[in-house]
């Protein structure tokens, strides 16, 4: 409802994302939109899909349709909360549900920077998740002081990011 609230044009526009877990998917298409938590502990963007899921079409999402959170638009910047894909990759690896896309259909993306997407600024964000946790797949992005989870392929995508004072931990 925030995003729907936004004025039109390019100004800057602050959501901020009160305490606690919120379960749902955004696509930011809007420039120079700034989310900002209450902590990475305390302010969590969650959501579940992943690319074997079935979209609307009853086609498989793919790694570009399962994203937490979207990004297509210059200048968006997100701080203190944390974006995590929880689908369940484990339990799917054992005994799996969702057409193979790609190497398995597991892939569940948890923050996506997708065309259009340019100089965002990521900061104190927690990205949770396990394959393809990030995709940063267009534009030029910085992340300051993030901790970004994942298993396989975590970091991924033809875009240009700059990590400073960030921690990529393996969760295997």
Known sequence: AALGAA???????RI??????????????RSN???????????????D???GMPGEDG???????????????????????????AFDYLGHLREPRFEA???????AVALMLAAGADH????????????DTLFVDAGVSQFRDCRIRGSVDFVFGAGEAHFDHCELQSRF
């Open 120 to 131: 965002s600024v990521i900061e104190r964000v927690a990205l949770h998740g396990h394959q």
């Open 49 to 51: 899909r992943a690319a």
């Open 101 to 107: 896309v790609g190497p398995n259909g597991a892939q």
């Open 59 to 85: 086609r498989p999402l793919g790694t570009w349709g399962c994203a937490t959170l979207t990004v297509a638009a210059p200048g968006f910047r997100a701080s203190d909360l944390s974006i995590e894909n």
């Open 16 to 29: 901020h994302l009160g305490t606690g877990l919120h379960h749902q998917r955004l696509t930011i298409r």
């Open 7 to 13: 004025p039109r044009g390019d100004s800057p526009y």
């Open 33 to 47: 939109v700034s989310l900002v938590g209450e902590g990475a502990e305390r302010s969590v963007l969650s959501h």
